[in-house]
């Protein structure tokens, strides 16, 4: 008899230029050279509903309420959760999320001023209890930010607001990483690409280890 085992779910953190989507194809090659099914995906986005949605939220002609995003957001989440990332953990594939709802904590939180309260009702009726099994934040100043981001293209709805702004989700990030610091893992993200990619290694392998002694089969 084959006991099909749950997949794990790893969401990558970080304000903009902070290494996630760099950082985030190596974790993929590393565990599928273990043998597993790995989906990459991101937020907000990656269903057909959600990605236009993500459309309407980085639009930076689309004014919007503070809560309209936050309910936008959850509105890609339950799509993302529903579409992508629950099927595939049932059929024991791993699955890797270009951010999460730490995001909206940072972001619609942190940034906008959204009450954490507010944020929390949305999450448990989206994910009803459901959490990442790994976070890996990546922490970078504003400045290293908007120096690795600048110029690379145009700026979206977030990316136009000011510095005040990120150092507001920094710091709910940063704030968040305390409040759980088992599942949230820092990774000074303003080293060289090298130096941040062996901290993340360190990370995904201590994660690993830790998955195999507790008896995780593939
Ligand atoms: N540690 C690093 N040192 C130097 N450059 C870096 C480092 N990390 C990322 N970069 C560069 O910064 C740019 C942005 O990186 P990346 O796209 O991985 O960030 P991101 O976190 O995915 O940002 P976004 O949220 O905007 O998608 C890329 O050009 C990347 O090569
Ligand atoms: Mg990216």
């Known amino acids: 008899m084959i006991i099909l085992q749950r997949g794990k779910f790893i969401t990558f953190e970080g304000i903009d230029g902070a290494g996630k989507s760099t950082h985030l194809a190596w974790l993929a090659s590393f565990l599928r050279d273990k043998g597993l099914e790995v989906i990459v995906t991101r937020e907000p986005g990656s269903t057909a509903l959600g990605e236009q949605l993500r459309q309407l939220l980085l639009d930076h002609r689309q004014a919007m309420h503070a809560e309209t995003e936050t ?10 959760l529903d579409k992508v990332i629950l099927p595939a953990l049932e059929r024991g594939a791993w699955v890797i999320s270009d951010r999460f709802t730490d995001a909206s ?32 934040y990546f922490d970078v100043p504003v400045t290293i930010s908007r120096q ?67 008896g995780y089969r593939m």
Do not use: C, N
């Open 148 to 214: 690795r981001v600048q110029s690379a293209r145009t700026a979206d709805r977030f990316e136009l607001e000011p510095d005040l702004f990120f150092e507001r989700v920094r710091q709910a990030y940063l704030q968040r990483a305390k409040q759980f610091s088992e599942r949230i893992r820092v990774v000074d993200g303003s080293l060289s690409l090298e130096e941040v990619r062996t901290a993340m290694v360190e990370v995904v392998e201590k994660f690993w280890s830790a998955q195999a002694s507790s």
């Open 105 to 136: 904590f940072a972001y619609q939180g942190g940034g906008r001023g959204v009450p954490s309260a507010r944020l929390e009702i949305l999450e448990q009726w989206v994910q009803k209890g459901f959490s990442p099994d790994l976070t890996v």
């Open 71 to 80: 309910l936008l957001m959850f509105a890609a989440r339950r799509e993302h």
